[in-house]
């Protein structure tokens, strides 16, 4: 089937540091969702993308779209000790119909 | 709070008992999508169900495996005849018809012994 990457499995920064993940495809997709998982939770959408090259912004949490439409990327800012977590690429790709393909996720820490 | 239910939260079954997991949607949303997430894996797709309908079921296993979601009450995820290896994160999404975003409920825990 088909699989979003998503490496390093994880990342370790310093409060107050930016930190950029991204995510890849070998296929299409159609939209890009990012969620964001805490320990013993489910998931929680944080943005999602429709549209090639489409740039959004909620909060500290930046991410695009990219122009392939294979790939994603997500940007948080001026990190702080809750964006602790795991974060997760999802989307669908073309012919998929409501069958959301996810990353294996990436383990963010952030050292106060 | 109008978000996904799901209960239990945590469930514990011998080997060769049955599982009953689930779901109740939020408000206004008629989709339901089930995923089973292992350690340190992303989510697995298993079904996407709408009321009193099975859309796409490719991602469960063939046996012991199936879901509902009738006209009244909450979709349900019934595993039988559990075995070590069903032990995992159950966690089920829902949707607007025709909406691309879902939304997660906290997931129920099955840990088979």
């Known amino acids: 089937g088909q699989q979003l990457n998503q490496s390093p499995q994880s990342m370790f920064i310093q409060e107050g540091e930016d930190v950029s993940m991204n995510c890849t495809s070998s296929?299409?997709?159609?939209?890009w969702l990012w969620y964001k998982q805490d320990p013993g939770e489910g998931p929680v959408l944080l943005i999602a993308?429709?549209?090639?090259?489409e740039l959004t912004s909620n909060g500290r949490l930046t991410a695009q779209f990219g122009i392939t439409r294979k790939d994603s990327f997500l940007n948080i800012s001026a990190s702080i000790p809750s964006d602790v977590g795991i974060y997760f690429c999802?989307?669908?790709?073309?012919?998929?119909?409501?069958?959301?393909?996810f990353g294996k996720g990436i383990t963010l820490s952030v050292r106060p | 709070n109008a978000g996904v239910m799901q209960n239990p939260r945590h469930l514990v079954r011998r080997r060769g008992q049955e599982a009953r997991l689930r779901c109740s949607p939020m408000?206004?949303?008629?989709?339901v999508y089930w995923y089973r997430q292992l350690p340190e894996e992303g989510l697995k797709f298993m079904v996407y169900?709408?009321?009193?309908?099975?859309?796409?079921e490719s991602g469960m296993p063939k046996e012991r495996f199936s879901a509902e979601f009738p006209k009244e009450g909450p979709s349900i995820l019934r595993i039988q005849q559990v075995v070590r290896g069903d032990s995992a994160a159950y966690f089920c999404?829902?949707?607007?018809?025709?909406?691309?975003?879902?939304?997660f409920g906290p997931g129920t825990r099955l840990t088979v012994t």
């Open positions: 408000k206004g949303h008629s989709h």
């Open positions: 296929s299409i997709f159609n939209t």
């Open positions: 993308l429709y549209k090639a090259g």
């Open positions: 999802a989307g669908y790709y073309t012919g998929a119909n409501s069958k959301l393909t």
């Open positions: 999404a829902s949707s607007q018809p025709g909406g691309r975003e879902q939304y």
């Open positions: 169900l709408q009321k009193e309908n099975i859309i796409d």
